[in-house]
């Protein structure tokens, strides 16, 4: 992109640098009818970026299921709703900001918080939590036991990145979340080498509204005046859609004025006057200003309306002089909003911005014409038909090739299993690994309890927990995908993503009602990158139609891309659920010794020729035998749907006393999670299914979650089961202090709950080296 | 008897101080905005938390300007109760009705977390529903939570008994790895001369309902509100 902001004159060399392919400038000017303005070929750039068009994702999203009973609101809006009981209705999305959060890591993952917390607010709900999905690069330099690792080691230089990285975005995050007041229950943290130079950074926020005082971004009315508020416009963020349409190359670094900065403090402001001036009743439409601003906002706001807007740059607060109408159009100044007010009550709305301190200005009105016209100094410097931005931009069936991961399908010979006598310091490794151990470092740094809300905040449950106040209701929400899984086989992986953060909320005891989705891919223009797509959206689209959770909204994020080395294919589902009465939550930790503890498994277990196929996708694979091979397990997605269903009922009957999916790690690592926040032990006793223990205590089979209930339910549990079509199997019980696991009668794990959990625990801040509080804190502490 | 609890621009733990006392005290309760003169003649003012004034320049130092302040302070200096929560302490400390300063955590992080404190003093109008020496559990949530104040002082508050809060193990020791910020003797909480004005940097009313976890921190409101039943 060239540093000059405002180019001169059109040239195939200027149009280039605006991302337009020369068909796409010859399309632009067919829709006008004559050349653009430098300020409307900007205009289109950014509208027609990947990432305001969808251009290349359109058709393929198309399949997505998308309703429900539940749903009030689907894909299109700045939100999806769903219709929760008791006149509530809940405003839910997430979305992606990767690219910023490379180049700056604190202001990107920040402004990545404030951006999808504009998009709840804007339609009119007050946002009630916040979690995300974190992906990045290694951040330990060990690769595993094997010989011929699969993983090269990263440079010692690679790592410190990541580290700094991760200490960015967590407290960018926090920054923005915490002063905003907005609890953060967590999310995922997950690290694999291919995020090294591309991490992800997925922000989900879900806000709360009375179905009678939802908002859309709509215009209407000839006449209504158009109003700007909050922020003022300066030079930051200048293309930042167009940036994050690109990959990355040596030069990206350089893109770091592209990025914006963001004030949680005004965005606080202007949610409460946002609410409150749509309490006037004189606000007919609103509409945040994210990706491409003022630009994305004036039109989408009047194509949805089929109206138009038409508004004079003077007008706008801008921070800077001299700024030019290109500049003032693209700016991506954080903390704006753009409102259609009714005619004759624009003072209702001024005087509620004016109590909190913001800027307030009207800078146009609606016109009869569907098209946004802009004018500075009262001559018109863009004027574009809005259907031509928005319905006309282009739309692309791009290529699609078929594609195989370069990794063997089979185990390879040198892999040995079923040899080792114990498998404890193996679980010790586990669970001191970066994607399985606790991630309080980087919750603790959030706050996850204002609004006095939390239920179960994060770190604690399988899903994040918020009550409504005033109903017995609560919302569990979880964030899920693997994105190893998805670089295996797209599709598959893509189900199981749906299916682990539906189960995730099912064992909250909340029944899943609906999800969105934030698809994480390469460079769309590579045939094999559009068929991992294609892939994952079939996958998707099969899951959520089985599990009934329809998907209400969402983002695409493509060219997650540096130096033509793509990400693994990784869809993040977030899935929301309702739990009737909130005295019924379920947590995954034991309560007390002389528990019995079941299985609840939907699928029946592979041979051994499955079981040694998808171990290579495993945790332990990756961690324990630095290897990748195979396929992920696999997912009946009848049997989970009823596996869920199962789940609910036996919850809702008040017989389970902690319930815990199995997932990374397996069976063995789930079972020591459970143990952990009450210190309880357990003691395991598995039939070995004549497979490697290996398989039996860390191999990740889908559609299974552990239970413990009193020994007088473990009868009524199984019948229950039983109506289901759900195996219940006892698998031993809960015990004091240790945790003992056998395999057909013989003892490959056994280890005091305390030195498991003190693994667990420390494990993120010992590969961070962070100072321990300990050794800061100053002496001056006397004993008192 | 009457509750206020103040509005800056940026407090976000006001609507929850109002919850607690509206729903589980059940008291009376209003919403007093930053630019009123006057407090309406409530009984007790909450100072809230959040990040008055986006805690632009430090924490506190804008809020002490604003004009409801004024009021506190001439309601502090005729014995009226106040309570300033996180935010709120830091703004008290500010405005002078309450010694010393809150510095950035040694960790210098935020952090969020539920912690222990041991009631030092039951004889104030916010612990007179506690034992002496029971240990709470009451989360905390901040960034500068590190207090500080020079010696004289320091022994002045210990004197008078005026360190109402420390944070403490389960067990009730006072211990360094109790600390969460780096505290000095591990102050949680602090009162004024005259007992009817105190700074806490835990969230009692996030600690306030069985269903979020915990209820030890309602005893704080409970006691205010039998210490202004006796008034």
């Not at chain 1, 190359?249 to 409460?272: C, H, I, M, Y």
């Not at chain 1, 863009?382 to 931005?389: G, M």
């Not at chain 1, 739309?395 to 063997?408: C, F, G, N, T």
């Amino acid at each position: 992109m060239s540093p000059v902001l405002s180019p001169a004159a059109i040239t195939p060399e200027v149009v280039r640098e605006h991302g337009l392919s020369p068909e796409e400038y010859e399309k632009i000017r067919q829709l006008l009818g004559r050349e653009p303005t430098i300020t409307e070929l900007g205009i289109f750039s950014v509208m027609w970026s990947e990432h305001c068009s969808y251009k290349s994702s359109r058709v393929h999203l198309r399949r997505l299921p998308t309703r429900s009973r539940h749903v009030v609101q689907g894909p299109g809006e700045n939100a999806g709703i769903i219709d929760i009981g008791d006149g509530w209705a809940c405003a839910f999305k997430i979305e992606s900001h990767n690219h910023p959060s490379f180049i700056e890591p604190f202001q990107g993952a920040a402004t990545g918080v404030g951006g999808i917390l504009r998009d709840i607010f804007t339609m009119g709900a007050r946002p009630v939590a916040v979690m995300d999905s974190l992906r990045f690069g290694p951040i330990t330099n060990r690769t595993g036991q094997s010989p011929v690792p699969t993983r090269s080691v990263p440079p010692q230089a690679e790592i410190h990145k990541n580290h700094s990285i991760l200490e960015g975005v967590v407290s960018g995050i926090a920054s923005y979340g915490n002063c905003f007041g907005v609890p953060n229950l967590g999310g995922e943290t997950k690290f694999e080498d291919c995020y090294s130079r591309n991490p992800l950074v997925n922000a989900f926020a879900l806000g709360l509204v009375r179905r009678e005082n939802i908002y859309y971004a709509k215009a209407s009315g000839e006449g209504n005046p158009v109003i700007y508020v909050g922020a003022k416009t300066g030079r930051d963020g200048i293309h930042g859609a167009t940036m994050a349409s690109e990959e990355f190359s040596e030069t990206s670094e350089a893109k770091r004025p592209n990025v914006q900065v963001g004030d949680p403090f005004l965005e606080k402001l202007l949610l409460e006057a946002c609410l409150e001036a749509m309490e006037t009743g004189a606000v007919v439409g609103i509409q945040d200003m994210g990706a491409a601003g003022l630009t994305c906002s004036t039109c989408e706001m009047g194509a949805r309306g089929h109206v138009g807007l038409e508004i004079e740059l003077d007008r706008v607060p801008q921070r800077e002089t001299g700024m030019s109408p290109y500049e003032i159009m693209l700016s991506e100044s954080q903390e704006r909003m753009l409102l259609v007010a009714a005619q004759g009550r624009e003072q209702e709305v001024l005087r509620v911005f004016e109590k909190w301190g913001l800027d307030a200005v009207v800078v146009g009105r609606v016109i009869n014409q569907d098209t946004m016209r802009v004018l500075q100094h009262g001559q018109v410097v863009a004027e574009i038909p809005n259907p031509a931005l928005t319905d006309e931009a282009p739309v692309y069936a791009r290529l699609m090739e078929r594609w195989e991961p370069p990794v063997s399908r089979d185990m390879p010979e040198h892999i040995r299993l079923g040899e080792a006598e114990d498998l404890t310091p193996e679980l010790h490794q586990l669970l001191a690994s970066p994607n399985i151990c606790s991630k309080r470092w980087v919750h603790e740094q959030y706050d996850s309890m204002v609004q006095v809300n939390t239920v179960e905040g994060p770190g604690g449950g399988d899903a994040g927990l918020i009550r409504v106040k005033g109903t017995k209701r609560a919302l569990a929400m979880a964030l899920d995908g693997n994105g190893r899984w998805c670089y295996l086989d797209p599709k598959l992986g893509a189900m199981h993503a749906v299916a682990e953060s539906a189960r995730n909320v099912a064992c909250s005891g909340a029944t899943p009602v609906a999800a969105t989705n934030c698809l994480n891919f390469g460079n769309p223009e590579k045939p094999e990158i559009m068929w991992q797509f294609a892939q994952v959206i079939d996958g998707i689209t099969r899951a959520c139609e089985e599990l009934e959770v329809p998907i209400t909204g969402g983002n695409v994020s493509f060219y997650n891309e540096t130096l033509g080395e793509a990400i693994y294919p990784t869809p993040v589902l977030g899935v929301v659920g309702i739990l009737e009465d909130v005295d019924r939550a379920a947590w995954p930790h034991f309560r007390e010794p002389g528990r019995s503890l079941l299985l609840l498994r939907g699928s029946e277990p592979g041979d051994l020729t499955d079981a040694q196929a998808e171990f290579g996708s495993s945790e332990y694979a990756q961690e324990v035998l630095g290897e990748l091979w195979g396929f992920p397990p696999a997912l009946e997605l009848e049997k989970e749907a009823a596996l869920q269903k199962c789940l609910a009922e036996t919850i809702q009957a008040g017989v389970v006393e902690s319930a815990h999916d199995v997932s990374e790690g397996g069976l063995a690592v789930t079972v020591a999670e459970c143990c952990f926040r009450n210190g309880v032990g357990a003691r395991l006793e598995l039939a070995g299914n004549e497979l490697p223990a290996e398989c039996r205590l860390f191999g990740e089979d889908a559609s299974q979650v552990v239970i413990s209930c009193d020994q007088q339910q473990v009868r009524r549990i199984q019948q229950l089961a039983e109506k289901f079509g759900v195996a219940a199997d006892l698998i031993g019980a809960t015990i004091a202090g240790n945790l003992e696991i056998m395999v057909d009668g013989k003892t490959v794990v056994s280890a005091p709950v305390t030195e498991l959990r003190e693994a667990w625990a420390t494990a993120l801040e010992r590969a961070l080296h962070t100072e321990t509080e300990e050794r800061l804190v100053p002496a001056v502490i006397q004993k008192s | 008897m009457k509750f206020g609890v103040l509005v800056f621009p940026g407090s976000n733990c006001d609507h929850d101080a109002y919850w607690v006392v509206s729903q589980v005290a059940q008291q009376p309760v209003t919403l007093l905005w930053h630019e009123s003169q006057e407090l309406e003649n409530c009984d007790a003012i909450i100072v809230p938390g959040g990040f008055a004034y986006g805690d632009y320049l430090r924490t506190g130092a804008i809020a002490r300007f604003a004009p409801v302040m004024d009021a506190v302070c001439k309601f502090a200096k005729s014995g009226g109760l106040v309570i300033g929560i996180c935010n709120g302490f830091q703004i008290l400390c500010e405005s002078g009705l309450l010694p010393g300063a809150l510095m950035r955590n040694v960790g210098l992080k935020y952090v969020c977390k539920p912690v222990q404190v041991r009631v030092e003093n039951t004889d104030t109008p916010f612990t007179n529903s506690c034992r002496q020496g029971e240990v709470l559990t009451i989360p905390i949530g901040h960034m500068d939570g590190n207090y500080f104040c020079d010696q004289p002082t320091l022994e002045a508050l210990k004197r008078d008994q005026r360190i109402v809060f420390r944070y403490c193990s389960s067990q009730g020791e006072i211990t360094r790895e109790a600390n969460p910020n780096g505290s000095l003797e591990n102050i949680a909480g602090i009162c004024s001369e005259g007992r009817n004005v105190l700074g806490m940097m835990p969230h009692p009313e996030r600690a306030s309902e069985r269903e979020l976890g915990g209820t030890d921190g309602v005893k704080v409101f409970h006691s205010m509100v039998a210490a202004l039943a006796l008034r």
